[in-house]
Nanobody, 123 residues
Framework: VQLQASGGGLVQAGASLKLSCAAS????????MGWFRRAPGKEREFVSG????????NYADSVRGRFTISRNNAQNTVYLQMDSLKPEDTAVYYC?????????????????WGQGTLVTVSS
């Protein structure tokens, strides 16, 4: 079982990026999914989460209104649309699959992690 994150890159402040997380197994269609990030010198932090069917979502205060999480269970993929990017959004972004079906912000609720994709936002 693998999670493959992609879509990172180098952009200027104010630009947009869309991250994708492809799961190797349809088992994730029954699980909540999330995005976390780790900036240089900082702890990994919650960015956004989505329930198994996409009916519920949650966002960190720092990204609410700028980022949008979504999923396509038919394609075993979760997305993170990032708009109005800021230099402080620079980090390695990780997708993760939760043990349960709901929305979770605590990383201990997640037991599968992707390898991360780097997002760099220049000022």
């Amino acid at each position: 079982v693998q999670l493959q994150a992609s879509g990172g890159g180098l952009v200027q402040a104010g630009a947009s990026l869309k991250l994708s997380c492809a799961a190797s197994s349809r088992m994730f269609s029954n699980n909540g999914m999330g995005w976390f990030r780790r900036a240089p010198g900082k702890e990994r932090e919650f960015v956004s989460g989505i329930s198994w069917n996409g009916g519920y979502t949650n966002y960190a205060d720092s990204v609410r209104g700028r980022f949008t999480i979504s999923r396509n269970n038919a394609q075993n993929t979760v997305y993170l649309q990032m708009d109005s990017l800021k230099p402080e959004d620079t980090a390695v972004y990780y997708c993760a699959a939760a043990r349960g079906a709901a929305v979770y912000s605590n990383r201990r609720e997640y037991n599968y992690w992707g390898q991360g994709t780097l997002v760099t936002v220049s000022s």
